[in-house]
Structures are given as C-alpha cells and as structure tokens.
C-alpha cells in the first residue's frame, strides 16, 4: 500500500507540533529576553604604516648600490696605492663604506619582510591597543586588552 507523500509531510508536522508548542511557551514565558549585542562595524584599518616601511625599506635596498659602488671603488685606490702609511687609511675607509653598504641592505631587506607582514598577515585588533588620550579623566597612556 502506497502512502501519498502529503500524508507524510501531515504526519511528520504532527508528530513535531507539541515540541514546537513548548517551546514558543517557554519563550514567551521568560521574564528576560536574551540581550541584544550589537555587532562591531568594520572600521577600515589604515594601511599606512605598511606602506611607508615598504618605501623606507625600498630606499635603504635602493642607497646600498651607490654605497657599494664607492667601496668598490675606495678599495681599487686601495689596491693602486703605493705608499704604505696610507694603505691601513684606505683599507679601513673601505670596510666601513662596504659595511654600511651592507648594513643599508639588509635593514632595507627586514623593512620590506616588515612591510609585508603588516599589510598582509597583522591583522590589528582595536581592544588591544596603546593609546594616548588628554582628557582629565583619563590616564595620559593607557593600554587596552
């Protein structure tokens, strides 16, 4: 015997009502309402921070080549140099130009990974935050967590 699909759908919404029924009871029956929590709009986040490191980290890279270039050129007078007592002079001239050459590189190198971390991976919470507030009744610095 086949039964038409209509009965099943009466039956299954028979068989549900009396739970349902209790449970609009219940809800009408309590004397506090569950409380509303506004959802926190999204501010937008102000990517300027990343951008600018990305810029300063790009001018370091950028200063490194001429930097280079000079040691490279101070060690070939270096090399040319036929007077000893100028010889400890320019070899010394020569590392530092080449060390701040590299110096410039690599802290123009960690400013781009930087820059890269804060606009794509930092996802910056507004709870967690330093602020500096002058108002009379607030503390000057205050940390918010």
Same mark, same amino acid.
């Given at each position: 015997?086949?039964?038409?699909?209509?009965?099943? &759908?009466?039956?299954?919404?028979? /068989?549900?009502?009396? !739970?349902?029924a209790a449970c609009a009871q219940a809800q009408e029956?309590?004397?506090?309402?569950?409380? &509303?929590?506004?959802?926190?709009? /999204?501010?937008?986040? !102000?990517h300027r921070m990343a951008y600018l490191t990305a810029v300063v980290g790009a001018g370091l890279i950028a200063a490194s080549f001429p930097l280079s270039h000079e040691a490279d050129r101070r060690y070939?007078?270096?090399?040319?140099?036929?007077?000893?007592?100028?010889?400890d002079e320019l070899f010394s001239s020569t590392q530092r130009m080449d060390r701040l050459a590299s110096g410039s590189l690599l802290v123009g190198e960690a400013m781009i990974a930087t820059a890269v971390?804060?606009?794509?991976?930092?996802?910056?919470?507004?709870?967690?935050r330093v602020s500096l507030a002058l108002r009379p009744d607030r503390c000057a610095l205050s940390y918010r967590f």
């Open positions: 015997m086949r039964v038409p699909v209509a009965a099943r &759908v009466l039956a299954a919404l028979l /068989a549900a009502a009396p !739970s349902m029956g309590s004397s506090t309402p569950f409380e &509303v929590v506004p959802r926190r709009s /999204a501010e937008p986040t !102000s070939a007078t270096y090399l040319d140099e036929t007077d000893v007592s100028k010889l971390w804060l606009r794509f991976v930092h996802r910056p919470n507004p709870e967690h």
